[in-house]
Nanobody, 126 residues
Framework: QVQLVDSGGGSVQDGGSRVLACTAS????????WGWFRQASREGREGVAA????????YYSDSVKGRFAISTDNIDSTLYLRMNNLKPEDSATYFC???????????????????WGQGTQVTVSP
């Protein structure tokens, strides 16, 4: 099965930017819906962004639309989340996740994703 490793978290000031990365190994990630989720303490896991299995469509939650961008590298081994104009409410642990044979990518529902990275913490200071 695929293994996912998240990286790129850290501390940033309000209005700053950060880029998260997720590398896949162990099984081809091509054709998988690949997404980012986040979880603040004592909250559920919120869908942030996802890219479709054919890499032609991207999906964003309303809370990050226009500020975050999801993409993959040209060999489809790394997923990125470019985060601009960060706000304190964006502070959370960010997880990448993957789902194969899934036509519900646009739902950004954590229950649709069986494969997860370990998470990387992003803290945005006022």
């Amino acid at each position: 099965q695929v293994q996912l490793v998240d990286s790129g978290g850290g501390s940033v000031q309000d209005g700053g930017s950060r880029v998260l990365a997720c590398t896949a190994s162990g099984y081809p990630i091509s054709n998988a819906c690949w997404g980012w989720f986040r979880q603040a303490s004592r909250e559920g896991r919120e869908g942030v962004a996802a890219i479709s299995g054919d890499r032609t469509a991207t999906y964003y939650s309303d809370s990050v639309k226009g500020r975050f961008a999801i993409s993959t590298d040209n060999i489809d081994s790394t997923l990125y989340l470019r985060m601009n104009n960060l706000k304190p409410e964006d502070s959370a642990t960010y997880f990448c996740a993957a789902a194969y044979g899934n036509d519900r990518c646009s739902r950004l529902d954590a229950s649709d994703f069986p494969f997860w990275g370990q998470g990387t913490q992003v803290t945005v200071s006022p």
